[in-house]
């Protein structure tokens, strides 16, 4: 179908961010939402998981975002999946035996969206990008439980970039 009149092309921002340096961050989980991607390994499509955060604590990367992306599954024991790390750093608490017999009832969308305003830490670490550019870029490697309770993220406090201009 053609494109339709009316339709406006904006100029993106083109803004990119070197990242953060290698350490563990307090951050607040700013949303979580639904995607398309692939299976690990395949190319069959599945419905993902993707966690927004921000790192709430105080200093120059106050504010930064970071994402990860987990494939709607809760597996515990030694083999963790990457959903059930986050749920465990968010909540505190690992999951029973019966409780993980029975994930899919417990891990509903409503107890996703609870999780919005959490807070956890991030181990991260840095690595090439994987689009041939030659960039570097944030990896999550760890999600912890929080030591302590920040303030909630304010969007007030994150530094403008001073323009060009």
């Known amino acids: 179908m053609p494109v339709k009149a009316g ?3 904006e100029v993106g921002s083109g803004k ?17 939402e639904e995607r398309e991607g692939t299976k690990f390994q395949s190319s069959e499509v599945e419905t993902q998981i993707n966690f927004k955060f921000a790192i709430i604590e ?9 994402w990860a992306t987990c494939a709607p599954k809760v597996t515990g024991g030694a083999k963790q999946s990457k ?3 986050v ?3 968010i909540t505190g608490k690992e999951f029973s035996k019966d409780e993980l017999k029975r994930a ?3 891990v509903t ?7 919005i305003g959490s807070q956890l830490r991030l181990t991260v670490s840095i690595k090439d990008k994987v689009d041939g550019s030659g960039g570097k870029t944030n ?8 030591k302590v309770d920040l303030p909630a993220y304010d969007q007030s406090k994150v530094k403008k970039e001073e323009s060009p201009i």
Do not use: C, H, W
């Not at 990119?16 to 979580?32: M, S």
């Open 7 to 9: 339709v406006s092309v």
């Open 16 to 32: 990119t961010f070197d990242p953060v340096p290698a350490d563990v961050y307090a951050v607040e989980v700013l949303d979580i």
């Open 58 to 66: 105080e200093g120059p990367y106050y504010g930064r975002f970071m």
């Open 83 to 85: 959903l059930y790390q």
């Open 87 to 89: 749920i465990v750093a």
């Open 104 to 106: 899919g009832e417990i």
């Open 109 to 115: 969308p409503d107890f996703l969206n609870s999780m």
């Open 139 to 146: 990896k999550i490697d760890a999600f912890l439980t929080k």
